[in-house]
């Protein structure tokens, strides 16, 4: 895709929200690195389109239902972090629940080259902003 990096990142947003998953990894390269927070239990960093679909379905997969939205976008140069609060109701639960996660996005040649997700806004804002 055409574009700044901010606007690759909310197209694949958009795609993900609008046509599922799939339709959305056409905005990622074919060696993304995706690289879930240190804290998650069961982390498993991975590489590739597969592996970066394998780690969306195994995130999701907790969840009845899950979606969410974006709360804010700060970019710098190539990196652009998303603030994204998600929502679902946890498999085997009764109540659904909310929390923000942070995902800081690397944008090379117009795709998605890499992915690291975060929980604490300070951890994703250093990492957006180091050199």
Do not use: C
């Not at 056409?26 to 780690?55: C, F, K, M, T, Y």
């Not at 899950?66 to 009764?94: C, K, M, N, W």
């Not at 109540?95 to 690291?116: C, F, H, I, N, S």
Request: glycine content about 10%; cysteine-free; hydrophobic content about 35%.
């Amino acid at each position: 895709m055409e574009g700044t990096p901010r606007e690759v990142v909310l197209e694949l947003y958009r795609l993900w929200s609008e046509q599922g998953v799939e339709a959305a990894m056409q905005h990622v390269s074919p060696e993304i690195e995706w690289i879930e927070p240190a804290e998650a239990v069961g982390r498993e960093d991975r590489r590739g389109v597969e592996g970066a679909l394998e780690n969306y379905e195994s995130w999701t997969g907790t969840y009845e239902e899950y979606g969410g939205e974006i709360a804010d976008v700060e970019d710098d140069g190539d990196r652009v972090l998303v603030h994204f609060v998600q929502r679902g109701t946890p498999r085997g639960g009764s109540k659904a629940v909310e929390e923000p996660v942070y995902q800081l996005w690397t944008v090379r040649d117009g795709l998605a080259a890499r992915m690291q997700m975060f929980f604490d806004v300070e951890d994703a804002r250093a990492a957006l902003y180091e050199s």
